[in-house]
């Protein structure tokens, strides 16, 4: 049972991560019907301005763990908002009314482009920070087997938690989520009755990439360890999980992120470890075969 | 108008192919190119970087003691990024560039198969760092190594385990790679002939972030010891897991942890790793005036830096004694005679492999590693 609850703190952990990132993706998907393949790389970026942050704030001297961590949240999120702005004014927008595979190839050059980009600026080199918040709570504690939470995972449950409940929030009160739901809806319709639709969709990208910022956060600071290509295996997890949950849904990704975490923690905790990709994998491809739209996504109405 | 500019164009263009045609037919006379290869990009860049420094400064210290045969040393490096696919297009590519002498490559993974193309195109490759017994086990005349290998490093391993760690709880992981499941492998070996039992054995993911599922089993499992079989990056993630959830499990490792970056990750919680390694040829103090010059570039001559540095002035020696660079001649020389290097005096075995000492253990310790002294 102790076990049992380690592991589940272990899932948790690993999907609220993978469902930050979901988020981007699904939110793209709702409003425009583009994958965005590139939002990998806008985590990636998140993790790298994140460690540039430490490292400088580290230079000059603050001490205070948690405001270095504010700090750093807030400069990453603004950065790397930037990044999925631009991203979505250059390579998206111009192709915007065009056939519909053209933004997704625009968006799989974006992805190279990012990556290289990285890669040149920063080196190939795995960069790593020594770990800053360490320590935690003991659970609960059985024949010696002691369950803990570090401190770490719960700032990242809880960092989840609190934007989670705030997305839902901004989509079902503020007028932003308002001119959201009606552009996923019809965005003619919408933009004939008074929506700055290209607005809007700036604006989904500046929070997704602003989510993928915190996971980037999060990860520089728990795991430690980043290289320009961590986009690319996280952002095709987080994809997953945004199908699984039903893509265009928000609680869908969140859903999904957390499932995909907790497939992968329980499959290496009870059966072989190296089969945990073809697991959770196994279990896309089952649940779309039953439930093509994904576990909470709506079927997609004809419009006449 | 555009035509002509083009037609201008393809003129000069054809003028500057036949320059550079030119050029390396001179450069091929006067020059021996030879190469090292490993990752010199990715999760592992940090032994490519090693590599390149040793093979740099040798071929600069030989160049500047008049070169080998009269002639000047020419240095190609390539990125196999530690992928077995690109190993064998960079020892290709090597082949095309008319190389004479291969320093490489860094994983056994990637040595294995890149060895099949040098052994057919007759080139002399001799691997700084690639300790999988399969390299030189499979009775290929042109490969060499001037490390160890992991059955003996894994005899070491699983010997001092059992002298040291008598009535602990043990687990071996790996990550599957090729050398990281030999090393493994010929670990759990010895410990079973000593008699040890294991109380658990599992596997994990390369490239991965998150090792907290693994980490749980061993703290389930009351793991004292952990010997683990891979590379530093995934090392010292699983160090910094095990700390997170409590765990004071020791890890023991195998070479590839000599490396600064291991500590970067770990940081203080690294206290205490253990691994094994060839005995540091810079306590040497022969050594120590090449070691300075390498500080004075910025950079520490660690693992395996002063191993590729061996490996090209071994070539050196053997092309100078045989008079040419033919891989026939020199597989002679390096099978019956011995090399003056900056790792002693060496020579080599029939099956390749290098008549060194063997393995010691070394300690992480306040951000640098030592002997071990316990």
């Given at each position: 049972m102790e076990y049992f609850l380690q592991q589940l703190i272990n899932g948790l952990t690993l999907g609220a991560v993978y469902g930050l990132i979901a988020i981007g993706y699904t939110m793209v998907y709702g409003i425009i019907g583009m994958i965005n393949f590139a939002h990998g790389e806008i985590y990636m970026i998140g993790s790298f301005i994140a460690l540039i942050c430490f490292s400088i704030l580290g230079l000059s001297g603050v001490a205070s763990v948690p405001l270095a961590i504010l700090v750093v949240l807030l400069v990453t999120v603004l950065f790397t908002a930037a990044y999925g702005w631009a991203v979505e004014r250059l390579a998206y927008r111009p192709l915007r009314g065009s056939f519909r595979l053209a933004p997704l190839i625009s968006a799989i050059?974006?992805?190279?482009?990012?990556?290289?980009?990285?890669?040149?600026?920063?080196?190939?080199?795995?960069?790593?920070?020594?770990?800053?918040?360490?320590g935690g709570f003991v659970v609960t504690e059985r024949a010696g087997f002691q369950v803990t939470l570090s401190y770490m995972q719960i700032i990242i449950m809880a960092l989840t938690l609190i934007l989670m409940a705030g997305f839902s929030q901004l989509i079902s009160r503020t007028a932003l989520g308002r001119a959201q739901r009606a552009c996923e809806q019809d965005q003619k319709m919408a933009a004939l009755s008074g929506i700055d639709v290209d607005r809007t969709?700036?604006?989904?990208?500046?929070?997704?990439?602003?989510?993928?910022?915190?996971a980037g956060v999060m990860t520089t600071l728990h795991y430690g360890v980043i290289d320009f290509f961590i986009g690319f295996l996280v952002g095709l997890k987080a994809f997953t999980a945004a199908v699984l949950g039903g893509i265009?849904?928000?609680?869908?990704?969140?859903?999904?992120?957390?499932?995909?975490?907790?497939?992968?923690?329980?499959?290496?905790?009870?059966?072989?470890?190296?089969?945990?990709?073809?697991?959770?994998?196994?279990?896309l491809v089952l649940v779309l075969v039953f439930r093509p739209t994904g576990l909470l996504g709506q079927p997609e109405v004809e419009k006449v | 108008m555009h035509a002509k500019n083009i037609s201008i164009l393809s003129a000069l263009m054809a003028i500057g192919l036949a320059l550079t045609?030119?050029?390396?037919?001179?450069?091929?006379?006067?020059?021996?190119?030879?190469?090292?290869?490993?990752?010199?990009?990715?999760?592992?860049?940090?032994?490519?970087?090693?590599?390149?420094?040793?093979?740099?400064?040798?071929?600069?210290?030989?160049?500047?003691?008049g070169g080998v045969l009269g002639k000047k040393l020419k240095l190609e490096i390539g990125d196999d990024q530690c992928d077995p696919k690109q190993a064998v297009a960079v020892a290709n590519q090597m082949v095309n560039k008319g190389v004479k002498f291969m320093a490489g490559h860094f994983c056994s993974g990637s040595s294995i198969p890149a060895s099949q193309v040098y052994q057919t195109e007759?080139?002399?490759?001799?691997?700084?760092?690639?300790?999988?017994?399969?390299?030189?086990?499979?009775?290929m005349s042109n490969v060499f190594r001037v490390c160890g290998r992991d059955d003996q490093q894994g005899q070491v391993a699983g010997d001092f385990i059992a002298d040291k760690f008598k009535g602990k709880r043990i687990a071996v992981?790996?990550?599957?790679?090729?050398?990281?499941?030999?090393?493994?492998?010929?670990?759990?070996?010895?410990?079973?002939?000593?008699?040890?039992?294991?109380?658990?054995?599992?596997?994990?993911?390369?490239?991965?972030?998150?090792?907290s599922a693994i980490v749980t089993r061993l703290k389930k499992n009351r793991i004292d010891i952990l010997f683990y079989g891979g590379y530093h990056a995934e090392a010292g993630?699983?160090?910094?897991?095990?700390?997170?959830?409590g765990l004071t499990t020791r890890l023991v490792s195998g070479d590839a942890l000599v490396t600064q970056e291991f500590w970067n990750i770990t940081g203080k919680l690294g206290e205490g790793t253990l691994m094994t390694f060839s005995p540091d040829p810079r306590k040497n103090p022969k050594v120590a005036p090449?070691?300075?010059?390498?500080?004075?570039?910025?950079?520490?001559?660690?693992?395996?830096?002063?191993?590729?540095?061996?490996?090209i002035q071994v070539f050196a020696q053997a092309a100078e004694r045989a008079g040419g660079t033919d891989a026939a001649k020199l597989r002679e020389q390096l099978h019956g005679s011995k090399f003056d290097t900056v790792l002693g005096t060496i020579g080599f075995d029939a099956k390749g492999d290098v008549t060194a000492p063997g393995y010691v253990f070394y300690e992480w310790k306040d951000g640098t590693y030592d002997y071990v002294t316990f």
């Open positions: 050059g974006m992805s190279i482009f990012l990556q290289n980009y990285v890669q040149l600026l920063q080196g190939a080199r795995v960069k790593a920070m020594a770990p800053m918040v360490t969709v700036s604006l989904t990208f500046l929070l997704g990439a602003g989510l993928a910022a915190v265009g849904s928000l609680p869908g990704a969140m859903l999904g992120g957390i499932l995909i975490g907790l497939v992968e923690a329980f499959w290496a905790a009870y059966f072989a470890a190296e089969y945990k990709d073809v697991a959770a994998f196994s279990i | 045609g030119c050029d390396s037919k001179t450069s091929e006379s006067n020059f021996i190119v030879i190469a090292t290869a490993g990752p010199m990009t990715g999760q592992y860049a940090t032994f490519g970087e090693q590599m390149r420094r040793g093979a740099e400064q040798a071929v600069k210290d030989i160049n500047a003691a007759n080139i002399l490759m001799i691997s700084p760092g690639s300790t999988n017994p399969k390299l030189t086990e499979r009775g992981v790996h990550d599957k790679q090729a050398y990281s499941q030999g090393l493994a492998e010929e670990t759990m070996k010895q410990l079973k002939k000593r008699g040890v039992s294991l109380a658990m054995t599992g596997t994990v993911t390369p490239k991965e972030k998150d090792y993630l699983i160090v910094r897991q095990m700390r997170e959830q090449l070691v300075a010059k390498f500080k004075a570039q910025g950079f520490s001559a660690e693992g395996y830096t002063l191993y590729t540095y061996a490996a």
